[in-house]
């Protein structure tokens, strides 16, 4: 499995809340196709798009675009944020 945990911030927050989007710390080893078929086995939402960087602590973070308007809520809520 390639996703970590959830990055939490207060932009990450507003991007979760407004734009549907949700920050993840993933394997530096990961590529987009496989963030985004865990994400579709574990939560059962499809992805519209993954953008990927690494931080400046070394660690690679997936920023995740969903096409259901409240799928990031709901992953959210099910991980425990909310």
Known sequence: MSIRYPFITEKATIQLEEQNKLQLI??????????????????GFDVAAIRTLITPKGKKKAIVTFTDDDAATE?????GLF
């Open 75 to 79: 992953i959210a809520t099910r991980i």
């Open 26 to 43: 993933v394997d530096i080893n990961a590529t987009k196709n496989h963030i985004k078929r865990d994400i579709k086995d574990i939560y």
